[in-house]
Every structure is written in structure tokens, then in C-alpha cells.
């Protein structure tokens, strides 16, 4: 026992002589929980904006009919490597950097569990991203198969196929590695008193979270590594030719894919849970059904991925089997948004940028949740699968749901990491156009997808020119609302402003706002005692 | 509704015609989508009736809900502000109103799911089909195949007939005005009487790709090595339009689909027409033939059709098949063999429905001039069959 102490003071002597190391170091070492937090925030807003310029792209090609500034070859490039980066590159890294930033100062950790390791997942990170990037530049481009990589046409593609799928093995062992930090972090350095149930929403969602993506990576790294040896070592796993079937890929893609799908909006739920309460005043109603509304949402993500799948054909059974359980899934979603919406009543609201992007996500998001249920509908679904309704759909949960809430938890906790408040006008500003600029480019998509627009075209029939135009419009819109909330939010918002206090929101609870602003390099180093 | 729509936007294009707008205004789509189309396209079977109005009982469904939920929220935005000084409440939770908002909404998702379900087993039912069709997805093309029913074994392609010049290319203006039906007009229409259960089975050649008509409610994957297959019944005559829906490649926004629904007479005229085209394009019967090509020909008819019997010798199997090498039919007058090729005799079967004049004349001229036959009569033109056959 008295050799710990010994060891312990000698920790503090260590930290404190290195404290904060400067220059590169200070980054490619980093063993911080802040600093690579910011680093994950940084790279995936990075990617959030090359992401963005691939959309603008598509959405340049799609304002006419006809083909006027790429051969649709090089778009169907465009839709894959836009939701490739999209979800691997930006919403997936951008909430690891909020766990990386928030769990241990909402448990009252000195850090994460594994240092070393954190630095390794990160630094995956920009590797597989320059993969993914410079497969651009390769003979015959980038992957054209759609981000969902679906066999035999995944099987036809370049050399740019084999990067990607290298670029996903990569960040899938990144966020494999992430996912055991958190877990070991959540469940074993929580301060003393900080019971399981007792937890903030965020650290909860994060918790289930991470046991989904341990669940979930090494399948998709399963189906693409097949992939992989199908079109290089004469395997035919998914070639009918040699006794494969295409079909079996997307029953193991969707096996991954629909977990994925919780993996991208359960922390988004964990952040609207902590504003809502913040910003009403109020605590937050019913905590104990919002965790077993997730855990419930984690279980039944696992049994309803064919519901992506309806028109491959499968037998009557497994289409009403899926059609139930996908529709099930709306139950803990909607008591999820009753909730929030219960916290809200007979608050005492205030409507800062983070709570009005905290109410435009339960706004915008519910309305991606009813076209999901809609689309649960199996003969519905059978109508409008792989048609814009889809993509408007998966837009609002995805856009409106993750992104936004995203926005939300940077205007939240922001002052906590830049010790800085962000200019309140310029906040709101950012909040009302990308949610009218959102609706703009996305709404018009369900009347396009109900009237039968496939997806993934290049060009359409005329007469879905003018919804078209307006969406490209309402895209470009929405693109310049996010270089507006990096120039005119964020930068100045790190340069200067007025100083954070430890706790610059009135109803705000949690160990977080009990560490001054910005949070010092070292944080509770002795545990706090919670409550 | 509907009807004003259509009434509008042909009022709309009718006035721009009046006042020298160009003709390429946009138009709506026969079969196809109207231009700036808001719901589902017209539906033109059962099934896609049902769709349709499922689709708008959950919409209704879920409006209701929406305004309900959002109206609680937003009474409360208004109201239990701060700046109104309003007080927080500490209330934060209550088991029965977990339960009930638990409970009513796993009533009302079963309630919804369940007139679903009817439809989900009607559209699965493929069984009594009055016609089936194989359609064979390629890379960027459609391969149709008529198996069973009226119109058994017509086949055909169906490929864009937009015309590249009204789609243009990066840098290249299309040259001529779009068409109404742009990207949506094929060469070879797929044509199925009106009113008839038709099966449509599935498959692939290269990837997947996926057929649909948004107006029949229809749509199934083509997955290469597996058939997979759906129906429809169309109740209204008229030409139907829908595009191919899983992402094949470059080429996947031009490959449409056309269905023509005829009336059943119009139906038996199409299948006289299209099967005497068939048989035309096969081959010509009144083309003169040299003696060189016809045997060659004949080799590939008799490898396939004769080598079982009579062996690729010619010399048969004694006491079973006829020798044809130094056959005194096969070196004898050309009539005799020709009436034996086209009624049989014996165990020889009558080839007059499976092979062609040409395949037969062709067969003919090879048995006369292989082996050690010299016939003196050592070519058949497929004209002299098709007068033997009448």
C-alpha cells in the first residue's frame, strides 16, 4: 500500500514537471484526455467539410436534368465517399471526441483508462481518412459501390475498392479500441458516489453505445475482409458462380449497418438529455426509463436489419417478423421524446443556442422518426426503398439528429474547453439557418422519393426538376451556414471573448462545471465525491 | 385533386406554349411522375391502391401524433419561460405515465402494422400466374423472357431510347429538346394484357439491379444466380414506367422500364406480331445458301439435334439408329429425306416444330457431303423445305 503512495507522489512530481508539452508533441504524444478529444473534434469537422464539398458536388449535377459537370461514373463516386466519410469520418470521430472531453469530467476521472491507447485510435484516424482521400487519385478512382459497398459491384470496382475497405478495417479498430476505453473508463473510474444509476445521461448512452460498436465492428470488418478476398484471393462468398450469394453480404452488412445506425444517434440522445434539463431547470423526467429506453433500443437494433432489405425477396414470415420488430423500436424512441418533452413542461426555460438546437433536434429528429416507422411499413417500404424518401429519411435522423445535437453539446460544453463564451447573435444565427437551410434541401426530398425518384442517379426525368433545384439550392445554403459557424462561432470563440465561469449555465448540473473554464490540462486528480 | 393538378399543370404548360415558350416546358409523364408530383403515383393494381392508402393512414396516423406532441411542446416553449417568470416545477418522473405513454404507443404500432400485414401476405402471393415473365437484369440493359402463358417464348432486350443527345455529356449542351418521357422511354416495351395475374421472375446477369413500377406497387431485386420473383395485375390499360432502383454501375439512372398494358385482344395481336418478327430475324427461309455454309451450319445442328442416335461418325448404332454414311437416303433424291426430317419414321422424330427450314436444310446438306457421302443432290436450300412442309 505504501509503495502506491510513494508512486502516486512521484506521478505528480513527473506531471508536473512535463506539464502541458509543447509543439507537435504536444499532439502526436498526446495522452490527454482534452487534447485528443479536440484532436477527434478537429479531424472530424475536417472531414465534416470534405464530406460536405463531395454533397455540394452531387447536388451541383442534380440541379438539372441531364449531365453537365461529371460522367456518372465520378458521381457514383461522390455518393460513396460522402457517406463513407460522413459516417466514418466525421459523426462517428465527432462524438468520441465528445466522450473523450466529457466522460471523465462528468464521472470525476482524471482521464481515460487507457492513455496510450487513445492516443493510438486517434491517430488511426487521419491515416485511414488519407486512404479514403487518396483513392480519388487512383486508376479508376474512388469506390462507386455506395457506402453500403453492396456485392457483386463492390467486386468490379479499382483499386480505390481495396483502399476503402483498408480505410474501414482501420477506423473499425479504432473504434474498437475507443469503445474498450470507454467502457473500462465508465465502469471503473467513476468518482465515489457516482453510482451506476446515478450517472449523467451522456456517460449512459456512451456506455451502450460502445458495447454496440464491440458488437457490431468485427462483423463489418467480417464483410468486407470477405469482400476483399473475393476480389483478390478467388473467393466466391458472394459470387452465385462459385456457390456464394450476394444476399448473405447484405445480411451481414445490415448487421453491422443497423447497430450503426444507434451508434450515431444513441449519444446524440445522451446530449439532448443533459441540455434539456439544463435549459429547463428542471431535472431530467424519468431517468430511469430514458436507460432502459436506450439499453431496449440497443437490444432490438440487432433483430430488424432486413428491414433495409425487403425487396431482396425473402420469405412472408421474415418480412413480417422484421416489419414488427422495426416498428417496436419507435416505442422506447417515442417515450424517449416524451420524456424530454415532460422535462420541458412547467420548466423555466431560457432558449441559448445550445437548448434551441437541443429543441430543433427533438423537433426535426422526430420527423425522421415518423418516416421511419412509415417506412417500416414493409409494402410501404417495398414502394419507396432506394427512392429520395429514403435519403430524406435517413438525412433528418442523421443531419437533424446526430449533426444537430452535436451543435448543440459544442454551444453546451464549448465554454468549458475554450474557457471562452461563444457570441450568443452568431449562435443563433448558426441554429435558424441550418435548420431552415436543412429543411430547404431535405424536405422536397419525400415528395421526390413518394413520386419515385431512385436514388443514387445522376439524372432524372425532368419532372423532378424543380424539387431538384430547390434542395441544391437549400444544400449550398446549409453548406455556407457550417463555414459560417467555423469562422464566425468557433475561431473566435478559442481567440477570445468574454471569460467562461465554471459554470456558465444556470440550471446545468454535473461534476463538469465543478472544474473551472477552460478545464485546467489535469483535472480531478483527487476523485471528487459525488453528491 | 388529382385531376386539378393535372388540369393546372396542363393549363400552366399551355399558357407558356401560347406565349412562344420553347416546347421543351416540361410536361407530366404518361404512366410516369407529374412534374413537381407531391405524393405516390396513381396507383394502376389492388396493390398499389393498398399502398397508397396505407401510406396515407400513416401519414394521417402520424400527423395526428405530431401535432399532439409538438403542441404539449411548443404550449410549453410558449408559456413556461423563464422570462415570463415562469417557476420550474421538481416533479420528475410518475411510473403511470411511463406505463401509459409506454402502452399506447405499442397499441397503436400494432394497429398499424396489422392491415400491413394483409398486404404483405397479398404481394408474396405468386402462385396462378396467367403469364410469366423472366426478367434478366444486365449491365445497363433489360433481358425479358416470356416462360409461360400467351406469348411463351418471346424474348427480347429493352434498352434506353432517350437519345444521348438530349442527355448531353460534362462540357457537351444536348443538341436536341427532351421528351416527355425522358429516361423514361425504352426500345422494346414490355407488353402484358390488362386484367391478367402476371409473375415476374427475377435475376441478373453481372450485379444487382431491381425492377419497379411505382404504379403497380412492384418492386424486387435482380440478384445475379438467384431468381427471385413478384406479380402484379394491372387493372387499367396504358403504358407504366419505372426505373431501375439498386445502384448497378455507371449506367444506372438509364436503364428504365416500360409496361405496356394492352387489352387481351390487342395482347394476342402483339404476340402474332412480335413472334412472326422472331421467326424472321431468325432466319430468312427464302436466303440462297452456299454449299460451304449450310455445312457448316448443319455441323453445329447436328451436334446438338443428331450426334445422340446417329453418332458423330454417321454410321449410327446397328439394330437401333440408321447409318447415314453411305445411306442410300442420304445420297439418294433430296424429297425423301426431307419428308423424313420433317415428319420422322420410325424412332426418327419429326424435327418440323423444333428446327427451322434453315436448321433443317442446313443438317440436310451436311449429312450429303460428310463422311463418304457424294450425293449428286448435294445441297437443300431452306426454300425447297418450307414447300415440303405445305
Known amino acids: 500500500m505504501s509503495t502506491t503512495t510513494v508512486d502516486h507522489a512521484h506521478d505528480h512530481s513527473h506531471d508536473h514537471a512535463h506539464d502541458h508539452p509543447h509543439g507537435f508533441r504536444r499532439w502526436l504524444f498526446a495522452t490527454n484526455h482534452k487534447d485528443i478529444g479536440s484532436l477527434y473534434l478537429w479531424f472530424a469537422f475536417t472531414m465534416l467539410l470534405t464530406g460536405g464539398v463531395l454533397a455540394l458536388g452531387i447536388r451541383s449535377e442534380l440541379f438539372q436534368p441531364g449531365l453537365q459537370l461529371m460522367q456518372p461514373e465520378f458521381f457514383n463516386q461522390l455518393t460513396t465517399m460522402h457517406g463513407l466519410i460522413m459516417v466514418f469520418g466525421a459523426i462517428m470521430p465527432a462524438f468520441v471526441g465528445f466522450a473523450n472531453w466529457m466522460i471523465p469530467l462528468q464521472i470525476g476521472a482524471s482521464d481515460m483508462a487507457f492513455a496510450r491507447m487513445n492516443n493510438f485510435s486517434f491517430w488511426l484516424m487521419p491515416p485511414a481518412a488519407l486512404l479514403l482521400a487518396g483513392s480519388f487519385w487512383v486508376p479508376g478512382g474512388a469506390t462507386a459501390a455506395g457506402w453500403t459497398l453492396y456485392a457483386p459491384l463492390s467486386t468490379q470496382m479499382g483499386p480505390g475498392m481495396d483502399m476503402a475497405i483498408f480505410a474501414v478495417h482501420i477506423m473499425g479498430a479504432s473504434s474498437i479500441m475507443g469503445s474498450i476505453n470507454i467502457i473500462t473508463t465508465i465502469l471503473n473510474m467513476r468518482a465515489p458516489g457516482m453510482t451506476l444509476m446515478k450517472m449523467p445521461m451522456f456517460c449512459w448512452t456512451w456506455l451502450i453505445t460502445a458495447y454496440l460498436l464491440i458488437a457490431v465492428m468485427p462483423v463489418l470488418a467480417g464483410a468486407i475482409t470477405m469482400t476483399l478476398t473475393d ?79 425487403f425487396t431482396t425477396g425473402m420469405p412472408v414470415t421474415a418480412q413480417l417478423f422484421f416489419m414488427y420488430a422495426t416498428m417496436l423500436i419507435s416505442v422506447p424512441t417515442g417515450v424517449k421524446v416524451f420524456n424530454w418533452v415532460a422535462t420541458m413542461w412547467k420548466g423555466s426555460m431560457t432558449f441559448e443556442t445550445p437548448m434551441l438546437f437541443a429543441v430543433g433536434f427533438i423537433f426535426v429528429f422526430t420527423m425522421g422518426g415518423f418516416t421511419g416507422l412509415i417506412l417500416a411499413v414493409t409494402p410501404i417500404d417495398i414502394q419507396l426503398q432506394d427512392t429520395y424518401y429514403v435519403v430524406a429519411h435517413f438525412h433528418y435522423v442523421l443531419v437533424a439528429g446526430s449533426l444537430f445535437s452535436l451543435f448543440a453539446g459544442y454551444y453546451y460544453w464549448g465554454p468549458k474547453w475554450t474557457g471562452f ?59 455556407l451556414m457550417q463555414v459560417y459557424f467555423i469562422l464566425a462561432v468557433v475561431i473566435p470563440s478559442i481567440r477570445g471573448g468574454q471569460p467562461a465561469a465554471a459554470k456558465p449555465w444556470e440550471g446545468a448540473e454535473g461534476l463538469e462545471w465543478t472544474v473551472p473554464s477552460p478545464a485546467p490540462f489535469h483535472t480531478f486528480e483527487e476523485p471528487p465525491v459525488f453528491k | 385533386m388529382r385531376h386539378a393538378k393535372r388540369y393546372k399543370s ?237 445502384l448497378c454501375g455507371k449506367e444506372h439512372a438509364f436503364m428504365p422500364i416500360v409496361v405496356n398494358v394492352v387489352s387481351e385482344d390487342d395482347y394476342k395481336k402483339w404476340v402474332d406480331v412480335k413472334k412472326k418478327e422472331m421467326a424472321a430475324k431468325a432466319d430468312d427461309p427464302a436466303k440462297v445458301w452456299t454449299v460451304d455454309e449450310l455445312k457448316q451450319r448443319g455441323e453445329k445442328v447436328y451436334a446438338a439435334n443428331c450426334v445422340a442416335c446417329h453418332q458423330a461418325t454417321g454410321k449410327g448404332v446397328p439394330g437401333a439408329f440408321a447409318a447415314l454414311d453411305g445411306s442410300a437416303v442420304v445420297n439418294g433424291e433430296k424429297g425423301a429425306q426431307i419428308g423424313i426430317l420433317l415428319n420422322g419414321k420410325n424412332a426418327m422424330p419429326a424435327w418440323k416444330s423444333t428446327l427451322s427450314d434453315t436448321e433443317i436444310a442446313a443438317v440436310i446438306t451436311y449429312t450429303r457431303n460428310s463422311w463418304s457421302n457424294k450425293a449428286a443432290e448435294n445441297i437443300v436450300q431452306p426454300a425447297e423445305v418450307l414447300a415440303a412442309r405445305k
Open chain 1, 231 to 309: 476480389r483478390h484471393f478467388g473467393t466466391s462468398f458472394f459470387n452465385a458462380a462459385g456457390g456464394g450469394d450476394p444476399v448473405m453480404y447484405q445480411h451481414i452488412f445490415w448487421f453491422f449497418g443497423h447497430p450503426e445506425v444507434y451508434i450515431m444517434i444513441l449519444p446524440a440522445f445522451g446530449i439532448v438529455s443533459q441540455i434539456v434539463p439544463a435549459f429547463a431547470r428542471k431535472p431530467l423526467f424519468g431517468y430511469a426509463s430514458m436507460v432502459y429506453a436506450t439499453a431496449s433500443i440497443a437490444i432490438l437494433s440487432f433483430i430488424v436489419w432486413a428491414h433495409h432489405m
Open chain 1, 421 to 479: 463564451m461563444y457570441n450568443e447573435t452568431r449562435g443563433k444565427i448558426h441554429f435558424w439557418g441550418s435548420l431552415i437551410t436543412f429543411n430547404i434541401t431535405f424536405f422536397p426530398m419525400h415528395f421526390l422519393g413518394l413520386a419515385g425518384m431512385p436514388r443514387r442517379y445522376a439524372d432524372y426525368p425532368a419532372q423532378f426538376t424543380d424539387w431538384n433545384v430547390v434542395a441544391t439550392v437549400g444544400a449550398f445554403g446549409f453548406g
Open chain 2, 10 to 246: 396542363f393549363m400552366l404548360s399551355a399558357a407558356l406554349l401560347a406565349t412562344g415558350m420553347p416546347a421543351w416546358a416540361v410536361v407530366d409523364s404518361q404512366g410516369g411522375p407529374a412534374v413537381r408530383q407531391l405524393n405516390l403515383q396513381t396507383p394502376a393494381t389492388q396493390i398499389a391502391e393498398q399502398i397508397y392508402s396505407l401510406h396515407n393512414l400513416m401519414l394521417v396516423i402520424c400527423l395526428a401524433i405530431f401535432v399532439a406532441v409538438f403542441g404539449v411542446m411548443f404550449y410549453s416553449i410558449l408559456k413556461h419561460r423563464k422570462s415570463l417568470g415562469h417557476k420550474a416545477a421538481t416533479f420528475h418522473e410518475s411510473t403511470s405515465v411511463e406505463i401509459a405513454w409506454t402502452v399506447v404507443p405499442f397499441i397503436i404500432v400494432i394497429l398499424m402494422a396489422l392491415p400491413a400485414t394483409k398486404t404483405v401476405v397479398a404481394m408474396k402471393d405468386t402462385s396462378n400466374a396467367d403469364i410469366t415473365i423472366k426478367v434478366t437484369g444486365m449491365q445497363w440493359k433489360w433481358g425479358y423472357d416470356y416462360l409461360k402463358g400467351e406469348g411463351e417464348g418471346i424474348s427480347f432486350l429493352s434498352t434506353l431510347a432517350t437519345p444521348r443527345t438530349q442527355i448531353g455529356a460534362p462540357g457537351v449542351e444536348p443538341t436536341e429538346a427532351r421528351g416527355d418521357n425522358y429516361l423514361l422511354e425504352v426500345d422494346n416495351q414490355v407488353v402484358v394484357p390488362v386484367n391478367k395475374k402476371v409473375r415476374m421472375i427475377t435475376t441478373a446477369n453481372d450485379v444487382i439491379h431491381s425492377w419497379t413500377i411505382p404504379a403497380f406497387g412492384v418492386k424486387q431485386d435482380a440478384i445475379p444466380g438467384f431468381v427471385r420473383d413478384t406479380w402484379f395485375k394491372a387493372d387499367k390499360i396504358g403504358v407504366y414506367r419505372g426505373q431501375c432502383v439498386e
